[in-house]
């Protein structure tokens, strides 16, 4: 490839002590160092990228930068053993987008570590609808089952955020795998979707936010998957049921924990942490493994809006304030 080829990139940059988006063209030999060389098809949009697009988090500290924490391509050159020219391969995690120029780019550079062959049934499309979102609810429900959630368990899994990319996709799976779902939302409007991805019970956020009148509550939930964290995470667990478990995925709701030792001591449950961007590569490749196998495609397809590099902006801007259900893939030729 000759370093002089020119891309487009969706470049953030700071003036005036502002992040600033615009859709620029580059040249090949600005991108990052790396062993493999892919060409992107597409990306997604995450709350994680909104926060970089407007430069909250301080998850970026070098400008300009190319920011999505995920794509999916076809290897153009590579010094790696693992692959070569025309492998299709995703990317999700290894704080791509944060610290390395990521996704919102036609072409991107970056080690053959942080790859992953694209699962045989899943079109780059597919996998981009998936996605960390995807990704971080397949972990959360593998560790889950690890430490005993079955279908058969006495209650419903609890989802929090359930309209969210994560609880979408949580949802679907779970539904699909035979359980019975309870998805919390704050928004009416969701209720008719996440019936149709399967949940079997809609439950109102406020209700799941509100704290128990003592320390222990009804034992309501077989498990959960959490993505508020803050008052959420805290309430919830005191609703588990005996040695349930609750798998924590996202702390949009704050990061600070309020809750007594009691759940823990006389109900035994386990508060599982689920980190998406670094986990070894053997879990991380039985999980795209399974996304192919036990979520309902058709189901992926109605959680889906696809935008291009010129609208993620205004996107981000609607995902941060909460606006957005499902997920956003990002068309990087668009």
């Not at 430069?55 to 053993?81: C, M, N, W």
């Not at 409007?189 to 399967?198: A, I, K, M």
């Not at 996304?291 to 959680?303: G, I, R, S, V, Y």
């Amino acid at each position: 490839m000759a370093e002089q080829e020119s891309f487009r990139a969706l470049v953030i940059a700071q003036q005036e002590g502002k992040v600033v988006a615009n859709v620029e063209t580059l040249r090949a030999d600005a991108l990052p160092a790396g062993d493999v060389l892919v060409q992107v098809q597409f990306s997604d949009l995450n709350y994680k990228d909104g926060l970089v697009l407007k430069g909250l988090g301080k998850l970026v500290r070098s400008y300009p930068h190319v920011p999505g924490i995920d794509f999916v391509g076809t290897v153009r050159a590579s010094q790696s053993e693992r692959f070569k020219p025309g492998d299709a391969v995703i990317l999700t995690g290894w704080r791509v987008g944060e610290i390395h120029w990521g996704g919102y780019a036609t072409l991107a550079r970056v080690k053959a570590d942080w790859l992953v062959p694209l699962p045989q049934g899943l079109s780059p499309r597919q996998a981009m609808a998936i996605g960390t979102a995807g990704f971080t609810a397949m972990l959360a429900v593998m560790a889950l089952e690890e430490h005993g959630l079955k279908p058969e368990n006495k209650g419903e899994v609890l989802i929090t955020g359930a309209a969210g990319g994560v609880g979408s996709i949580a949802t679907a799976i779970l539904a699909q795998l035979g359980y019975r779902v309870a998805a919390a939302t704050g928004r009416a409007e969701t209720h008719g979707y996440l019936r149709d991805l399967g949940a079997t019970t809609i439950v109102d956020r406020a209700e799941v936010e509100a704290p128990p009148k003592g320390p222990l509550g009804p034992e309501r939930w077989s498990g959960a998957i959490d993505n508020v964290g803050g008052q959420t995470l805290g309430s919830l667990l005191a609703s588990l049921a005996y040695w349930g478990s609750c798998a924590s995925v996202g702390n949009a709701g704050g990061i600070t924990f309020s809750s007594t030792v009691i759940p823990f001591l006389l109900r035994g449950i386990n508060l599982l942490g689920i980190d998406s961007a670094t986990c070894p590569l053997e879990r991380r490749l039985t999980a795209w493994s399974r996304l192919a196998t036990d979520l309902p495609l058709d189901k992926l397809e109605t959680m889906v809006k696809v935008v291009g590099l010129g609208e993620v902006p205004a996107m981000a801007d609607q995902i941060l304030k909460g606006q957005v259900r499902g997920r956003v893939v990002v068309d990087v030729s668009q």
